[in-house]
T-cell receptor
Framework: IAGITQAPTSQILAAGRRMTLRCTQD?????MYWYRQDLGLGLRLIHY???????GKGEVPDGYSVSRANTDDFPLTLASAVPSQTSVYFCASRVGTGPTDTQYFGPGTRLTVL | DAKTTQPNSMESNEEEPVHLPCNHS???????IHWYRQLPSQGPEYVIHGLTSNVNNRMASLAIAEDRKSSTLILHRATLRDAAVYYC??????????FGKGTKLSVKP
């Protein structure tokens, strides 16, 4: 079982370019999340999806969009990248809706916007 | 959302116990406390969670104060592989995790 896979592992991107970060899970979890982690800080929520077909905005959604066409995939798109979006991006999934559910994280995508 | 407060860093010697504190003075009565850790260059991973009573699993123990305003993650015998950033976390309204800066644990051989 792979768990959560993210692609690419790392990317250097010119400002103004469009970029999609891919996230796939094979655990059939309902909820999925995108977080960003800036140097020396904790993770912050960008967008979330409680189930296929629904998405919502997190703490820092500006400049990002997501879609959830099916249970397994949750891509994150930067429509026009800016240097402030340089960060490490983590995708996560969670089964169920209870207060004790565990989240599982992918290995991350390190994105540098120049 | 209520905050959690942790020391920025701690050091431990290998094979000694480690006590990682967390203050969560504004936590509500039904909020669980979750602990995750992040090994270098990896995504966070679950460690343990609890509500009111002390909890144990194969990775760690969690001691929760009677007033629930603080908790302590206990690693009984630290190993070099336990060097990581440890996060004391509350859940957000969408089931997301609310991260602070965490405590960076260094383990010396």
């Amino acid at each position: 079982i792979a768990g959560i896979t993210q692609a690419p592992t790392s990317q250097i991107l010119a400002a103004g370019r469009r970029m999609t970060l891919r996230c796939t899970q094979d655990m059939r979890h309902n909820a999925m999340y995108w977080y960003r982690q800036d140097l020396g800080l904790g993770l912050r929520l960008i967008h979330y999806s409680n189930t296929a077909g629904t998405t919502g905005k997190g703490e820092v959604p500006d400049g990002y969009s997501v879609s959830r066409a099916n249970t397994d995939d949750f891509p994150l798109t930067l429509a026009s990248a800016v240097p402030s979006q340089t960060s490490v991006y983590f995708c996560a999934s969670r089964v169920g809706t209870g207060p004790t559910d565990t989240q599982y994280f992918g290995p991350g995508t390190r994105l540098t916007v120049l | 959302d209520a905050k959690t407060t942790q020391p920025n860093s701690m050091e431990s010697n290998e094979e000694e116990p480690v006590h990682l504190p967390c203050n969560h003075s504004t936590i509500s009565g039904t909020d669980y406390i979750h602990w995750y850790r992040q090994l270098p260059s990896q995504g966070p991973e679950y460690v343990i969670h609890g509500l009111t009573s002390n909890v144990n699993n194969r990775m760690a123990s969690l001691a929760i104060a009677e007033d629930r305003k603080s908790s302590t993650l206990i690693l009984h015998r630290a190993t070099l592989r336990d060097a990581a950033v440890y996060y004391c976390i509350r859940r957000g309204s969408q089931g997301n995790l609310i991260f602070g800066k965490g405590t960076k644990l260094s383990v010396k051989p």
